[in-house]
């Protein structure tokens, strides 16, 4: 079982910058391929990011292409995404989500993750 938990979320403005973690205290997220979903009021869940578990792999929704940094230290079985130039329309709760496979197959349809965390809102205003 996989426990994850997110952090980094919180009030920035337009042009900014956050970065969010995926942890997972029980120590197995190494063995896992992570994704980064976000979720709008009203909107459906868009996968927008993913790592494989040998990091030989990333993918970026073309929405976040060229501005969001997937990268992840299994020794420290933390995951982050850095998100720079963000715009109102990244507002979001944003997710982290694994699945017992080495590469990021299926990304992004959210059904065929293994687990999830709570989330974390991330709001872009001024």
């Known amino acids: 079982q996989l426990h994850l938990v997110e952090s980094g979320g919180g009030l920035v403005q337009p042009g900014g910058s956050l970065r969010l973690s995926c942890a997972d205290p029980g120590g197995t997220l190494k063995y896992y391929s992570i994704g980064w979903f976000r979720q709008a009021p ?55 989500a694994a699945r017992g496979t080495i590469d990021c197959s299926g990304f992004p349809a959210y059904g065929v993750m293994d687990y999830w965390g709570k989330g974390t809102l991330v709001t872009v205003s001024s």
């Open 42 to 96: 009203g909107k459906e869940r868009e996968g927008i990011s993913c790592i494989s578990s040998n990091k030989n792999m990333t993918y970026y929704a073309d929405s976040v292409k060229g501005r969001f940094t997937i990268s992840r230290d299994n020794a420290k079985i933390t995951v982050y995404l850095q998100m720079n130039s963000l715009k109102t329309e990244d507002t979001a709760v944003y997710y982290c």
